[in-house]
């Protein structure tokens, strides 16, 4: 088992900055990725970033790429979400999740884990 508990989020203005934190523990040393999604109301979630365990590789849907950056300390065993240049349509309850085999990384099924969701709220 992978326990993941995510902080950080909340509410800013459009252009603000927030940043998330998903921190890891149990069962993470086969772990393959740590994936972002989000979901606003009314709608299915969506694929936001994932990156490899290790760390070298990160992938990002067009979305938010050039605004967000997903990372992991892997001393802490923790994952982040630096979310920059924040628009009204970014909002959504962002999730953090983990899955230990490889493959398509931006479909939240095939994720093994998941944190407890964060609101995040963008004011116009």
């Known amino acids: 088992q992978v326990q993941l508990v995510q902080s950080g989020g909340g509410l800013v203005q459009t252009g603000g900055s927030l940043r998330l934190s998903c921190a890891a523990s149990?069962?993470?040393?086969?772990?393959?990725?740590m994936g972002w999604f989000r979901q606003a109301p009314g709608k299915e979630r969506e694929f936001v970033a994932a990156?490899?365990?290790?760390?070298?590789?990160?992938f990002y849907a067009d979305s938010v790429k050039g605004r967000f950056t997903i990372s992991r300390d892997n001393a802490k065993n923790t994952g982040y979400l630096q979310m920059n240049s924040l628009k009204p349509e970014d909002t959504a309850v962002y999730y953090c999740?983990?899955?230990?085999?490889?493959?398509?990384?931006?479909?939240?099924?095939?994720?093994?884990?998941w944190g407890q969701g964060t609101q995040v709220t963008v004011s116009s």
């Open positions: 999740a983990t899955r230990n085999f490889g493959g398509n990384y931006y479909t939240d099924s095939t994720y093994n884990y």
């Open positions: 149990g069962r993470t040393f086969d772990s393959v990725y």
């Open positions: 990156i490899t365990w290790s760390a070298t590789y990160t």
